[in-house]
């Protein structure tokens, strides 16, 4: 059974940083492909970033490129995404997830991201 639990989201202002952290159990981790999406206030989900099972490869969405970076540590079963130069538009609740687009059992429960000042 899939489990993912995010944590490291906040408020931070425009400019700012923030590293989001998943904790994945239940599944083998380290064979996964793993995604990083979000969903703004009354919008879908938005597909972000994926890294490889190996974290050799990475990619990333034109809305986020080069402000974000996957990575992951496969012996401690964790996924990160650090986010640099935030914008308001960033604002949204961040999943991590084992499919580019999951369903509500291939997904943690999220963290919030607000960014404001």
């Known amino acids: 059974q899939v489990q993912l639990v995010e944590s490291g989201g906040g408020l931070v202002q425009p400019g700012g940083s923030l590293r989001l952290s998943c904790a994945a159990a239940g599944f083998p981790f380290g064979r996964y492909w793993m995604y990083w999406v979000r969903q703004a206030p009354g919008k879908g989900l938005e597909w972000i970033s994926t890294i490889n099972s190996s974290g050799t490869y990475r990619y990333y969405a034109d809305s986020v490129k080069g402000r974000f970076t996957i990575s992951r540590d496969n012996a401690n079963n964790t996924l990160y995404l650090q986010m640099n130069s935030l914008k308001a538009e960033d604002t949204a609740l961040y999943y991590c997830?084992?499919?580019?687009?999951?369903?509500?059992?291939?997904r943690g429960q999220g963290t919030q991201v607000t960014v404001s000042s």
């Open positions: 997830a084992t499919r580019e687009r999951p369903t509500i059992g291939d």
